[in-house]
């Protein structure tokens, strides 16, 4: 398993070829402690829609371009919209449009719907839901 195991070394190109993914594959993560769920020193793997759940959150938690580790297409660039003299819908619209090109990247996703924001002065909230090949996921919604 490499690294990064939603990605298995497929390339986009093999991707568009065969119209086959493979089943996705991330290690479980422990949001409350920011850190890899771990069960008897091992690192858990989960797979589906709770393993594209858990890539959204990293997406979400990246800032794109920061990190050496990660492609420049992995992250997002929704903090350099806080604190911005842009009006309050130019905010709005960027967000929605940076959204999209940072989770649309992943071939198992195929849509983000019901989007809200919630802009505070340095604060920017987001609530969506994803439509990946395996179903929903709403995310930013408090988990029960």
Excluded: H
Excluded at 21 to 41: A, S
Excluded at 54 to 59: G, L, N, S, T
């Amino acid at each position: 398993m490499s690294l990064f195991p939603f990605m298995d070394g497929i390339t986009p190109e093999e991707i568009e070829e065969n119209n086959d993914l493979p089943l996705m594959k991330e290690y479980k993560w422990d949001f409350e402690n920011n850190k890899f769920d771990k069960r008897n020193g091992k690192l858990q793997v989960v797979e589906g829609l709770e393993a594209i759940e858990i890539w959204i959150y990293k997406v979400l938690l990246t800032e794109r371009y920061k990190w050496f580790v990660y492609s420049w297409d992995f992250g997002n660039e929704l903090k350099g919209l806080i604190g911005t003299q842009y009006s309050p819908e130019l905010v709005k619209s960027k967000a929605v449009r940076q959204l999209r090109e940072c989770l649309l990247v992943n071939p198992y996703i195929n849509n983000i719907t019901n989007i809200r924001i919630d802009l505070s002065d340095d604060e920017l909230q987001l609530e969506f839901k994803v439509n990946t090949i395996y179903g929903e996921v709403l995310i930013g919604v408090p988990r029960e």
